[in-house]
């Protein structure tokens, strides 16, 4: 079992930048693939990026494409997820997610944007960007 644990997020004015952080418990982070979402207010959780086991494979949103990185240090149990150029509709609780079971045929665009796909979720942590 895998306990994530998010941290870094904040207020920020449109333009600015955050780095989020998670923190996994246990000895085998590297064989998980990992995933960050989001959620507004009112609306349903959605796919920010993900990363495979080694780093060598990230995915975006088309619409955090080119302002967001995903990275992981697999020695330190953690994945981050920058973020640049922050405008107000990237305003969401941001969560991390480990997937095991349903990636051990493999990592594709499809099956790694899918929230049902990853088993172990953090508490989220509160990103505001204002305008």
């Known amino acids: 079992q895998v306990q994530l644990a998010e941290s870094g997020g904040g207020s920020v004015q449109a333009g600015g930048s955050l780095r989020l952080s998670c923190a996994a418990s246990?000895?085998?982070?590297?064989?998980?693939?990992m995933g960050w979402f989001r959620q507004a207010p009112g609306k349903e959780r959605e796919f920010v990026a993900s990363i495979s086991w080694r780093g060598a494979s990230t995915y975006y949103a088309d619409s955090v494409k080119g302002r967001f990185t995903i990275s992981r240090d697999n020695a330190k149990n953690t994945v981050y997820l920058q973020m640049n150029s922050l405008k107000p509709e990237d305003t969401a609780v941001y969560y991390c997610?480990?997937?095991?079971?349903?990636?051990?045929?493999?990592?594709?665009?499809?099956?790694?944007?899918?929230?049902?796909?990853?088993?172990?979720w953090g508490q989220g942590t509160q990103v505001t960007v204002s305008s």
């Open positions: 246990g000895r085998t982070f590297s064989a998980y693939v």
């Open positions: 997610a480990a997937g095991l079971k349903s990636f051990r045929e493999g990592i594709t665009p499809v099956n790694t944007m899918g929230a049902d796909q990853y088993e172990y």
